[in-house]
């Protein structure tokens, strides 16, 4: 097997070298980038941070800035998360390139259309606008995001926390969900306080189990390459029943803390989403592939339920701060 993959690689090498030099205009360039950043994946980080940062400056009752200044900053803020998990993706793609030429050949760059190294310097400049941008909002933002991208990139690059059980899922969970539920309140609220750090934590644990969705059909060339997941070392059975319990706890959690007096009553509700969180561990499960998206099913909805709970979360306080 593992033989067979070898050749199979060194013949999809062959074909992207000699591929790179072909002639191809600006837009067909444009095109493949824009597939590269995966743009579906970048909804969750607009949608999520943008919520998030309208829920602060509500809740923080901002008075001295006008209409205008307020929209900017919230738009220059959402478009650094979005930068930044382009960025993730990118890089993603350059260093995964030989598992997703057995799991995803049609991606660009197993396909030949680009290169590795295209890919790694596309996500340098992704990574540097993002950063660049982000000074634009504030100091502390800015080192917010700076946060995020050194999980982002350690991930896939050297110690490739990638590689690792539950190291990968944690390199996931903390930035994408803790980390970037700080920074969206930072623009305009203190990021220290319980709210956000509770919701921090809600959202973490939630996609600590909710990450495991992406790794379902990845199972044989993670195995190959030597990546260990909860998929390809437990088996999908157990991997989803384990995911399921950490993102049903997410939101479980919610219930305590809003018995301490962590989170305002108002947020409750929230808890409800847990009954989502079955849902995706039934998905799992079953292995339905969303062919729209080149995913499962379950990772599909674990994208809609993050973000039905960040922009719960955000009317919610919206409403209750008015």
Request: aromatic letters at 14%; hydrophobic letters at 55%; proline letters at 4%.
């Amino acid at each position: 097997m593992i033989r067979t993959v070898q050749i199979y690689l060194y013949k999809i090498t062959e074909n992207r070298i000699s591929m790179s030099g072909s002639g191809e205009d600006i837009g067909s360039k444009i095109g493949v980038y824009l597939k590269l950043l995966r743009p579906f994946t970048l909804l969750a980080p607009l949608i999520v941070s943008s919520s998030v940062i309208i829920a602060s400056l509500v809740e923080s009752h901002i008075t001295d800035q006008i209409g205008i200044s307020l929209l900017l900053t919230i738009l220059t803020a959402s478009f650094c998360f979005a930068l930044l998990n382009g960025a993730s993706n990118v890089l993603n793609q350059a260093t995964d390139w030989k598992e997703d030429a057995i799991s995803k050949p049609y991606r660009p760059i197993p396909n030949g259309i680009v290169t590795s190294k295209e890919a790694y310097q596309l996500s340098c400049m992704l990574y540097v606008g993002a950063f660049l941008l982000s000074f634009a909002v504030h100091a502390l933002f800015s080192f917010f995001i700076t946060l995020i991208a050194v999980f982002s990139i350690t991930y896939s690059l050297t110690p490739r926390m990638k590689r690792f059980l539950f190291f990968n899922q944690l390199w996931v969970a903390i930035p994408r969900g803790f980390f970037a539920i700080l920074a969206s309140w930072s623009v305009f609220g203190n990021p220290f306080k319980p709210l956000p750090l509770a919701i921090g934590c809600v959202a973490a644990l939630f996609l600590f189990g909710g990450t495991t969705t992406k790794d379902i059909l990845d199972a044989e060339a993670d195995r190959v390459v030597g990546t260990k997941t909860l998929v390809n070392v437990y088996g999908v059975k157990i991997a989803a029943v384990l995911s399921l319990i950490f993102m049903v706890s997410a939101f479980c959690l919610i219930i305590p803390l809003v018995y301490l007096q962590v989170l305002p009553t108002v947020v409750f509700p929230l808890s409800f989403l847990s009954f989502l969180s079955v849902i995706i561990g039934w998905l799992m499960i079953h292995k339905h592939k969303n062919s729209k998206w080149e995913n499962t099913s379950a990772w599909t909805v674990m994208y809609a339920t993050y973000f039905l709970f960040a922009f719960s979360f955000a009317i919610i306080t919206i409403f209750s701060s008015a």
